[in-house]
């Protein structure tokens, strides 16, 4: 078992980069909110207005974003909510790798989508629901790939957020240059 022993100095970096890592996730938030709504409005009237494959196009754009849209409200609540002060430095630390590895995993089910959204269309091909097929299929190209595009930015920004706000920080802290000690107890 290992305790962590830090300065002020140190609680400051990490509540610094918490507060930060907080900021971009309202950010992101805010950008998948605005996709959601952007897609529920377009889609809710392209589902009225049309027919065949681009009605069905539309109809899952709608229904996809509505999960978008309450995925980017709870995340937006919690970065708003989240206080540095009630969390130790190495909570941060856990949260900041406990969301790296989760926009990794989610890019991965990000390209499952676009699969499924090939493998749609081409079940297209002999399905008497073709056109419903088609239109799925293309939602969830067009869902899939911006998600993919979201999750791999986002990861890539917080990477670079952490590159500038703690990596340096950590270097220095395990170094014992700001009076940081690991202590082991058997």
């Not at 926009?103 to 699969?115: K, Q, S, W």
């Not at 090939?118 to 969830?140: C, T, V, W």
């Not at 920080?169 to 009076?179: A, V």
Request: proline letters at 2%; charged letters at 10%.
């Amino acid at each position: 078992m290992h305790t962590l022993v830090a300065s002020n100095n140190s609680d400051s970096i990490f509540h610094s980069f918490h507060m930060s890592r907080m900021n971009i996730n309202k950010t992101a938030m805010l950008v998948l909110g605005s996709w959601a709504t952007a897609n529920i409005i377009i889609g809710g009237y392209g589902n009225l207005k049309s027919s065949g494959r681009t009605k069905y196009f539309y109809q899952f754009n709608a229904m996809w974003n509505v999960v978008n849209l309450g995925i980017a409200s709870l995340g937006f609540l919690n970065a708003s909510k989240s206080n540095p002060s009630q969390l130790s430095n190495l909570q941060i630390l856990n949260d900041y790798t406990s969301l790296q590895n989760f926009l990794m995993l989610n890019a991965g089910l990000d390209l499952a989508y676009i699969m499924t959204g090939f493998y749609l269309r081409e079940r297209a091909k002999s399905s008497p629901k073709g056109e419903r097929l088609i239109g799925y299929g293309n939602s969830l190209l067009l869902q899939g790939g911006f998600l993919l595009i979201f999750d791999v930015a986002l990861y890539f920004i917080h990477l670079n957020n952490a590159k500038m706000r703690l990596y340096p920080h950590l270097d220095k802290l395990f170094n014992n240059e700001i009076g940081i000690g690991l202590n082991f107890e058997f």
